[in-house]
């Protein structure tokens, strides 16, 4: 999700999402270190094509994914917990997930669009 956009519109400063992210720096820059290594275990493994299998090093890897998300996603519900207009920010993303439903329903209908017109020529013969 976009939060940096609804954070905007809840009325969370740029200067306010820096200072929150600066100060979990550490545990951030930490936790990232640990992802990229265990990625590039996982990585190293599953392309080895070891016959043992990798399931020690994909499990470090989410482990480390889901540290990162879980970090990252505290920050942010703490900017959140704090916005002056929560409202706002909720409103956006009610209008973003409509429109997006929208493109897909126009996607899907101009691929099935061009499937049927593709079943239909293909049916008929040439002369």
Request: with cysteine.
């Amino acid at each position: 999700m976009h939060y940096g956009l609804l954070a905007h519109a809840a009325g969370i400063t740029s200067a306010q999402i820096e200072a929150a992210f600066e100060a979990a720096g550490p545990t951030l820059h930490a936790d990232g270190q640990t992802l990229r290594a265990d990625k590039a275990a996982v990585d190293s493994c599953i392309i080895a094509g070891g016959t043992a299998g990798c399931s020690t090093q994909i499990a470090a890897y989410t482990a480390a994914k889901s540290a990162l998300t879980q970090e990252q996603l505290s920050i942010w519900q703490g900017l959140f917990a704090k916005a002056p207009n929560a409202n706002a920010a909720v409103s956006l993303k009610s209008n973003l997930d409509n429109l997006n439903t929208q493109k897909h329903n126009l996607i899907k209908q101009v691929f099935s669009s061009a499937k049927d017109s593709d079943s239909t020529s293909s049916q008929t013969s040439p002369e």
